[in-house]
């Protein structure tokens, strides 16, 4: 039997995580799940959101469930901990952004795919006037370790570094900006890294019958880290003739998605880009609540809803909150260990929950979140884990 490390974090993801247990359970998969400390409390009484036991247990087990984590600026984090912890140097690191780079997590999956009768999907008008819904089918590979997120970054930079980033003929232009009024961070492009990422996404193309790959850069300015990545791209492109390689900057794809999203399948990108592509793809097959992703390495593999945390939401009873995210972050995870059958089998019952239409969460009837939402006809967080069970 397998052992699956638990990561609740913080506020809803104390929620929806628990829930996607059950169903999990309730679809016949067995295994044992270890519950790890992570997130906003650990950092509040122990200065660390990522102890080092829930390390030493996702390295030992290579899998793991994760919820949604609470990020705040250093100010604020400084501001909540222990006065026995405060003016100690601590700097709050955000804990999933640690995983990843810790565990080396560096091909990260976003699957953004439309579920037919989600009225949160994607329409348009057509040239006759009527309104047509295109199937969104995108999944965007998003390197996952390095880019403007690998977190080399300063304020205030010592004059070792100033020296440094004077000797680039760009620096003239800050060259009267006092160190004390600056804060600069980096975008690192390694060879190794975007190789990975863009043959794992040719390599998914590929076996899911995709129909091309679209590397989402901005090379025509970010002329070295995005001229990088392009490089690579044509040359592994060589290796997949059948697979016809786009080249799209970030600014025209986010125009060009929400006008024709179906012509885009596999796209691939740094960090940031990738991040926002994400986001950009997720609200039109439904928002967050639909959003899941996958974190994998060479050994370890982290699964988890794109969502933050919604801390105004954790205390609310019954729970108001959307789960399917976190459910088709689980069949990711099925999905990558082999068990496909019960992956297709949960993601199926969510199909026909949706396709149905009587169970609906507050963010699927277009409602501002709070307790009132239940009188107005949505429907629990609990209430959709049954639906969807009763489907399987």
Not at 188 to 195: D, H, Q, W, Y
Not at 225 to 237: F, H, Q, W, Y
Request: hydrophobic share 40%.
């Amino acid at each position: 039997m397998r052992t699956i490390v638990a990561l609740p974090g913080d506020g809803i993801g104390k929620v929806v995580l628990p829930e996607s247990i059950r169903l999990l359970e309730a679809a016949e998969f067995k295994a044992n799940y270890l519950y790890g400390d992570i997130g906003w409390d650990f950092w509040r009484k122990e200065g660390d959101a990522l102890p080092q036991r829930t390390i030493d247990l996702i390295a030992e087990h290579k899998l793991a469930l994760f919820g949604a984590i609470t990020s705040k600026s250093n100010i604020e984090a400084e501001k909540e901990l222990e006065p026995f912890l405060k003016e100690k140097g601590l700097v709050y690191f955000s804990p999933i952004v640690e995983l990843r780079q810790h565990f080396n997590l560096d091909i990260c999956i976003r699957p953004c795919i439309s579920f037919k009768g989600n009225p949160l999907n994607f329409i348009r008008k057509s040239s006759n006037g009527s309104y047509e819904e295109p199937f969104v089918n995108a999944v965007i590979f998003r390197q996952n370790t390095e880019g403007l997120y690998a977190g080399v970054e300063w304020t205030n930079p010592s004059k070792q570094i100033r020296e440094a980033l004077d000797t680039h003929p760009k620096m003239k232009a800050f060259s009267h900006v006092p160190s004390e009024e600056m804060a600069i961070s980096t975008r690192i492009v390694t060879k190794k890294a975007s190789e990975r990422i863009i043959r794992a996404a040719f390599e998914y193309a590929k076996k899911f019958g995709y129909k091309n790959v679209t590397l989402c850069e901005k090379p025509n300015v970010l002329r070295e880290t995005s001229g990088m990545m392009l490089k690579i791209a044509k040359e592994i492109a060589t290796e997949y003739p059948n697979i016809p390689l786009w080249d799209t900057n970030i600014d025209a794809l986010m125009m060009w998605l929400t006008k024709n999203p179906e012509d885009y399948r596999v796209i691939v990108a740094e960090n940031m880009f990738g991040d926002i592509i994400s986001d950009g793809f997720a609200g039109l097959v439904g928002g967050l609540g639909f959003a899941c992703s996958a974190n994998i390495g060479e050994e370890v593999a982290v699964f988890e809803p794109t969502h933050g945390s919604a801390p105004k939401y954790e205390k609310l009873e019954p729970s108001i909150v959307n789960p399917i995210a976190m459910f088709l972050s689980a069949c990711m995870m099925l999905d990558h260990i082999g068990e496909q059958e019960t992956a297709s089998k949960i993601r199926n019952a969510i199909a026909k929950v949706i396709e149905e239409g009587k169970v609906c969460s507050y963010d699927m009837l277009k409602l501002r979140g709070g307790s009132d939402v239940f009188e107005k006809g949505a429907a629990s967080t609990q209430q959709i884990t049954d639906a969807v069970i009763s489907k399987l």
